[in-house]
């Protein structure tokens, strides 16, 4: 069993939707949580971190952390056709000196105009 | 752009042969990480610098090694290539590598086609 599992989709909507997109995961020494966008052929770009458990906004994206649950989500609001790309949810935990991020096998998004 | 050079975009090699892939940090960033990308396989952390000094390692194989110079910028040598090395490989930066707080920022990749 992997340890963090992510729908691979693809997830397909329309222009304005809500999109959810989600990630569990089993090691419970995870205390960093990050999504990160991936477009075709490029680098994955941070789009929100938080720390432990809760919410946290920034513009149309919000991320949700229950760690009781072992489960993150990301919500996009108003969906545009430029939030097509393959989202990644990436975690980390505390290890003394070194810090390595474990990634969810990423969700493709598609947002039709 | 998030500021972290790779080079080359693209590399096409054969089996068995040894290829060398080239990586910038953001400026100030003091912690190189390399990730490798497969269909198969997701991304996977493969090593981390700090400084010049190796500070952790994950799915890296034997026939993989790293080094970070002394004006940070880090090399990832990958030897005796097999088909299944073919996969696209990032280098990420931060600016300290011992914190679980800090950002990794991650540059647009190398693409390896082992023939």
């Known amino acids: 069993q992997k340890e963090v599992e992510q729908d691979p989709g693809p997830l397909s909507v329309p222009e304005g939707a809500i999109v959810s997109l989600n990630c569990t995961y089993s090691?419970?020494?995870?205390?960093?949580f990050m999504w990160y966008r991936q477009y075709s052929r490029k680098g994955p770009e941070l789009l929100m971190y938080?720390?432990?458990?809760g919410n946290k906004e920034d513009g149309r994206f919000t991320a949700q952390v229950d760690k009781s649950s072992k489960y993150i989500s990301l919500f996009i609001r108003d969906s545009q056709p430029s939030d097509s790309a393959t989202y990644l949810c990436?975690?980390?935990?505390?290890?003394?000196?070194?810090?390595?991020?474990?990634f969810g096998s990423g969700t493709q998004l598609t947002v039709l105009p | 752009d998030s500021g972290v050079t790779q080079t080359p975009k693209h590399l096409i090699t054969a089996t068995g042969q040894r290829v060398t892939l080239r990586c910038s940090p953001r400026?100030?960033?003091?912690?190189v990480y390399w990730y490798q990308q497969s269909l198969d396989q997701g991304l996977q952390f493969l090593i981390q610098?700090?400084?010049?000094?190796?500070?952790a390692k994950g799915n890296i194989l034997e026939r993989f090694s790293a080094q970070q110079f002394p004006d940070l910028h880090s090399e990832l040598n990958l030897s005796s290539l097999e088909l299944g090395d073919s996969a696209l490989y990032f280098c990420?930066?931060?600016?300290?590598?011992?914190?679980?707080?800090?950002?990794?920022?991650f540059g647009p990749g190398t693409r390896l086609t082992v023939l």
């Open positions: 990420a930066s931060s600016v300290e590598g011992s914190s679980t707080a800090d950002t990794q920022y």
């Open positions: 090691n419970s020494a995870f205390q960093y």
């Open positions: 938080t720390y432990s458990s």
């Open positions: 990436a975690m980390s935990a505390t290890s003394g000196s070194a810090r390595q991020l474990t």
């Open positions: 400026s100030g960033d003091l912690s």
């Open positions: 610098y700090y400084n010049g000094e190796e500070r």
